[in-house]
């Protein structure tokens, strides 16, 4: 009887470690899924934070209604920059 009951125990931690090692892969994938999404998206918003100024620096028009909204914008890219930079 004992030898059964070593066996079913053995059964037993070997299925709870295969889906504890399962768990800490599926994880670890999501993590670094999340982690390369952030660092795609800090690099496009870069580019796009660093067109508008550029555009803007080369922009003489005195249109303020377009002026306002270049710099909301460019103000919102630098807030989300900040933003992914601290999740990364």
């Known amino acids: ?3 059964k009951a070593a066996q079913k125990l053995r059964r037993w931690q ?3 470690q295969s889906r504890n090692v399962n ?3 599926l ?3 999501e993590a670094e899924t ?6 795609q998206r800090e690099a496009r918003v870069q580019v796009e934070h660093e067109a508008l100024f550029i555009s803007s620096t080369k922009n003489t028009d005195n249109d303020k209604r377009a002026t306002a ?3 909301s914008r460019v103000e919102a ?5 900040r933003s992914l ?3 990364i």
């Open 34 to 39: 999340k982690l390369r999404f952030n660092i």
């Open 85 to 87: 930079s601290e999740g």
């Open 69 to 71: 909204s270049t710099v």
């Open 14 to 16: 070997h299925e709870w």
């Open 23 to 25: 768990t800490l892969v």
């Open 77 to 81: 890219l630098q807030k989300e920059l």
């Open 1 to 3: 009887m004992n030898r």
């Open 27 to 29: 994880d670890y994938v």
